[in-house]
């Protein structure tokens, strides 16, 4: 790491700072970051290696971003949450490597009951998305232009999420799961699905998503029997659990299936 003291640097490295960049002296930058014009970066700051940020993007207070990212033009990180309970508590938002944050997006920092908003590495936020305080996106997720995301919302690994989408505070998504562009999450999604229309439901099992990932055609028919105990027999879902587990439970597959089932907390989406 290297500090920023007046807006020169202190060793002799290749990150470049725009002359009309305000950074704080108290900021940390890593080598080989660039901060493009109006940019603004406050005391409490980490920003690691090789990260770009964008023309009048704000990194606010907590932020702590890691390396290779690129954040571009009028997104801000970090900021307080829109909680009226929040009262300049201690928190941060962390940005993971490789990610990539378009126009406009804006990100909160955690309250008191987590103080952390965590955005895992190699993820893309599209233009105008909104992730809220306490939040926990995972690992090569996308989230398109215009999703909501509200408090509390956990979205677990390699989950895509289409345009214009709120996500209700609280909610759980599964990994791997595609949910379509313009509906409403307001309820938990379990992993490997597709999910879409209004009320939101289960669509089938994200097959292609699978199988660009290097599921085995056999993992692939697993899920598929699994998601047909749960959503198209006339089990509920207590029975449709101790199918699963009787029938599936030594596959590691299943039993993440049963695991969301079992920590879900707003219930299931419909069938």
């Given at each position: ?12 490295t ?64 970090a ?10 508590d ?6 993971g490597?490789?990610t990539v944050i ?14 952390l908003?965590?955005i ?7 233009a ?13 997720c ?17 989950t ?12 759980k ?13 307001t ?14 439901q ?16 056999r ?17 509920n879902v ?6 699963i ?9 299943a ?17």
């Amino acid at each position: 790491m290297i500090k920023i003291i007046n807006h020169k640097i202190e060793t002799n490295t290749m990150t470049e700072i725009h002359s009309t960049a305000i950074v704080s002296a108290k900021a940390q930058l890593g080598e080989n970051v660039r901060v493009d014009a109006y940019a603004i970066i406050k005391d409490d700051v980490i920003i690691n290696d090789d990260t770009y940020i964008g023309p009048h993007a704000v990194i606010y207070d907590g932020a702590r971003i890691g390396k290779k990212v690129k954040i571009y033009q009028s997104a801000s990180i970090a900021h307080i949450p829109q909680d009226l309970k929040f009262d300049k508590d201690e928190s941060t938002a962390e940005i993971g490597d490789e990610t990539v944050i378009h126009e406009f997006v804006t990100v909160h920092r955690g309250t008191k009951e987590t103080r952390l908003t965590k955005i895992g590495s190699n993820v893309l936020l599209m233009a105008y998305a909104h992730v809220a305080h306490d939040c926990h996106i995972g690992d090569r997720c996308i989230l398109a232009n215009g999703v909501q995301i509200a408090g509390h919302v956990f979205v677990d690994d390699w989950t895509i999420i289409g345009g214009m989408t709120p996500v209700h505070q609280f909610c759980k998504v599964g990994k791997h799961c595609m949910i379509g562009g313009g509906f409403r999450v307001t309820q938990d999604v379990p992993p490997f699905i597709l999910a879409a229309q209004e009320p939101l439901q289960y669509e089938g099992l994200n097959v292609v998503g699978l199988r660009r990932r290097g599921f085995s055609n056999r993992e692939i028919q697993m899920l598929k029997d699994v998601y047909q105990l749960l959503y198209r027999s006339q089990l509920n879902v207590s029975q449709a659990k101790e199918k699963i587990l009787a029938d599936f439970g030594t596959e590691p597959h299943a039993q993440e299936v049963l695991s969301f089932l079992n920590e879900s907390k707003r219930g299931l989406i419909g069938k």
